[in-house]
């Protein structure tokens, strides 16, 4: 059974930083690719970032390039967000996704499993 958790959210103030976690099992996750996504209330899931396994290549949403950094460790079986220089319009809901692929993915739809999210605010 694939599970994936979630971690690290909090309440933070503008400006701070906060790392979030995931930890998965149940799945081979050396050869999964990974995403953050995030869903603020009365708004669409939105991508945030994603990494592939096959060369780690790494893709961000335009709105937390620079700010925002993924990375993973497939020994661990952990894919992290260090979020830097918060913004209250970072205020959501991060959720992990995990799809069986060697390709980025951007759309929610086209991930296999999710977690169920951390709570991050951001207060101004």
């Known amino acids: 059974q694939v599970q994936l958790v979630e971690s690290g959210g909090g309440m933070v103030q503008a400006g701070a930083s906060l790392r979030v976690s995931c930890a998965a099992s149940?799945?081979?996750?050396?050869?999964?690719?990974m995403g953050w996504f995030r869903q603020a209330p009365g708004k669409d899931r939105e991508f945030v970032a994603c990494?592939?396994?096959?060369?780690?290549?790494?893709y961000y949403a335009d709105s937390v390039k620079g700010r925002f950094t993924m990375s993973r460790d497939n020994i661990k079986n952990m894919a992290y967000l260090q979020m830097n220089s918060l913004k209250p319009e970072d205020t959501a809901v991060y959720y992990c996704?995990?799809?069986?692929?060697?390709?980025?993915?951007?759309?929610?739809?086209?991930?296999?499993?999710w977690g169920q999210g951390t709570q991050v605010t951001v207060s101004s």
């Open positions: 996704a995990a799809k069986r692929d060697i390709y980025y993915y951007r759309t929610p739809t086209e991930y296999d499993y």
């Open positions: 149940g799945l081979t996750f050396s050869r999964y690719t």
């Open positions: 990494m592939t396994w096959s060369d780690g290549s790494t």
